[in-house]
Each structure stands twice: as C-alpha cells, then as structure tokens.
C-alpha cells in the first residue's frame, strides 16, 4: 500500500469510526472582580495651619509619616497618619509647590519661583533634606539658563544588578514651570548628581511628570507659556528623556494638563484645564489612557465655563477624585460618569493614596487638607 492509500484508509477509518456522545466544554469562568473599596467614613479636614490659598502638595513615605508645604514657605510634618502635624521649617520668599521623599529623612522641595506669584522671591528652584525636614539646602542644577521654577517632583524607586549584586536605588525628575518657561531634570543617583533634558518645543511649560520605569515617563505640559495660545500636551518617553513624543495634544486653545495618576502600568488619568471664556465651550474633560500612555482619550466630566481641574488620584483603575473648583469629582466606573463630592474641598491640587496594609488612605491637598479611609 502506498503512503498516500494509506492516509486516505485511515482517514475514512477515522470519518466512519461510531461516534459517542460528547460532554459540552464547561463555560470559562470569570475571575472574580476585585472588591469595590468602602469608605469607613466621610472626607475629614484634618490638622495643619491655616493658609489663605491654595496650598499644592502633600506627601507620605510610610502610612505614618508624611509632609506638605504651601506658598508661606512652610513645610509641616505628621508622625501619626495626618492626626497631628508640626511645622519643620518656614523660608518667607519661598513658595512650596512640591515635595518629593526617598524615605522618612531624605526629601526634596520645588520652589515655584519668582514672577509668578507676588511675594516669591526665592530664585532657588530646588531644595533637598537629609534629617526628615528639619533642615533644608539648595541643590546647585546644572543648566539652568532659562529655567525659573518647579511644579512637580517625581521619585522612582527600582532595583537593579550591580556587579553581580542586587542593589536599589532613587530616580528622581523635577520639572516645571506654570506659565513656562519649561525645564526638566533627572538623577539617577538619589538627587546626588543631576543632567536637564532637553524638550520638544511642544512643552512651553510643564504641570506634572511621571516615570512608570527607567526608560518610560511622561510629561504633563501647555504648548505656550501664553495660556490664550495653548494646547494641553502629554509628552512620552521610552529612552529615559532622550527623546520624547507628543502622546497627546488638545485642539482647543486656553488649555493644559495639569496632573496625572496612574493606577496600573497601561491605565492612567490626567487633569485638562481650560480657560476658555466662550460659554459655548463649557464642556470639562478628563483624560484617560488603557495602552500605557500610549494614546489618550477625553471623557466628559461637567458642564460648566466656571469648573476648573486641580489634582487627580485614583485608587484602582475604577475608582477616583478629581480636585477642582468650585468643587471635586469622584468615579466608580472609570470615569465614565462622575459625581460632585463637595467634601473633597476647595482647590484639591494634588490627591495622594497612601498603602496601609490591606486598607488605603487617600489624602487631599488644596485650600485645606482632607483625608477618606477606605477598606474593601
């Protein structure tokens, strides 16, 4: 018989074999969806000391321990989660704009510069600490021709192979500034040694920076220091600030991003500002990216021409808050709808959660301080 009977044989063998009846397949079941976070209470005003605007940054190394600043030039520490909180030290001329920690001792403050603000003074873009707060120096950037401020601070912390030996270390970026003109550092040694990196000329100014690794990272930026020619920008980066490529671009003038949270490596949210006057154009949006940051997509928050976006913060990819004014925003679903939260607080700039075992703290920073406990 040759190769070729034979496989036609067995095939009819196989076509012609009784058939018996046969067990349908088990449906595929679905994981479980994670358990929706609860709130062990409403959003409170906790400590601090009393400021008239609108204060920019709070931070937590521990579910202890953390800091925050304002435009007075004050830093304040808390030891007990945000019960109570100390003020460390006080610069006049100073304006606290950021704040960015490796651990419970070592930290950096972005100052927002002068002319600006009225009452800043202080042309030191950067300060750094080594005893948790108490004392503060000014960090010497190199290249800082044409830079001028800081509004955001991010830390990075990786491991990594050194001579055969697995070591850890601090990646830290510092950018800024609202109303330009925009500028960009980086360390990778812990803020021992600094290089700025050069920007396209689609950021005149820069709001918000964030590294999800080494070598990807965004910025948050408004295409022209004049805000009634700008567009909101999102920069990324995949060579570790060698290059950058516009992500996102908004069509509409008067606008930038403000701030961004990430709540997985491909799910990320941004704040976009606008300061359109034309009634028309009242329409509010969020940004949101599910590739990565890839691409980015405006969801509709409010319609409103007195709304404005501050801080962003999310606990899972579902659930967030937005910090505005007049008032904040929460979602369970993603974004695709929202709700006002007027306990949020006044002019939330930045919103922080902060890991506490199997329960989370989520503190908000603006006019005043806020915290919400959640456990699921």
Request: proline share 7%.
């Amino acid at each position: 018989m040759s190769r070729a009977q034979w496989f036609f044989v067995s095939a009819f063998a196989v076509a012609c074999r009784p058939s018996t009846p046969s067990t349908p397949p088990e449906p595929p079941v679905s994981p479980e969806p994670p358990a929706s976070w609860v709130a062990d209470g409403p959003w409170q005003a906790i400590g601090g000391t009393e400021y008239p605007g609108k204060q920019d940054d709070v931070v937590f190394v521990s579910p202890k321990v953390g800091f925050y600043g304002n435009g007075s030039g004050a830093v304040l520490r808390t030891d007990d989660g945000g019960d109570t909180w100390r003020e460390l030290w006080k610069q006049p001329g100073t304006y606290v704009r950021a704040l960015g920690f490796l651990d419970e001792r070592r930290g950096f403050l972005g100052n927002l510069g002068p002319d600006y603000f009225p009452g800043v003074t202080d042309d030191a873009m950067l300060y750094r600490t080594d005893d948790g707060g108490e004392h503060w120096t000014k960090v010497a950037l190199p290249d800082t021709e044409g830079a001028r401020g800081v509004c955001a601070i991010d830390v990075l912390s990786v491991d990594f192979i050194n001579a055969g030996v697995r070591d850890h270390k601090e990646i830290v970026h510092v950018g800024g500034r609202v109303g330009g003109p925009a500028s960009l550092f980086r360390s990778d040694d812990g803020g021992d040694t600094w290089k700025r990196l050069a920007l396209p000329p689609e950021a005149a100014m820069i709001l918000d920076v964030h590294f999800v690794d080494v070598n990807t990272g965004f910025v948050f930026a408004g295409s022209d220091s004049n805000v009634e020619a700008s567009n909101a920008v999102i920069l990324k980066t995949t060579d570790s600030g060698r290059s950058w490529r516009v992500a996102y671009r908004s069509t509409r003038p008067f606008e930038l991003t403000w701030k961004a949270s990430f709540p997985t490596r491909d799910v990320g949210y941004a704040t976009l500002q606008s300061y359109n006057p034309e009634p028309a154009l009242a329409q509010r949006y969020v940004l949101k990216t599910t590739d990565g940051g890839d691409s980015w997509q405006e969801l509709p928050l409010v319609v409103d021409p007195k709304a404005q976006t501050f801080g962003v913060g999310f606990v899972d990819e579902r659930h967030g808050w937005i910090g505005g004014v007049p008032h904040g925003f929460e979602t369970r679903d993603g974004g695709a709808t929202w709700t006002a939260v007027p306990e949020l607080g006044v002019a939330t700039n930045k919103i922080r959660i902060v890991p506490d075992g199997d329960a989370r703290a989520v503190f908000g920073i603006g006019k005043d301080l806020r915290r919400l406990r959640l456990h699921r």
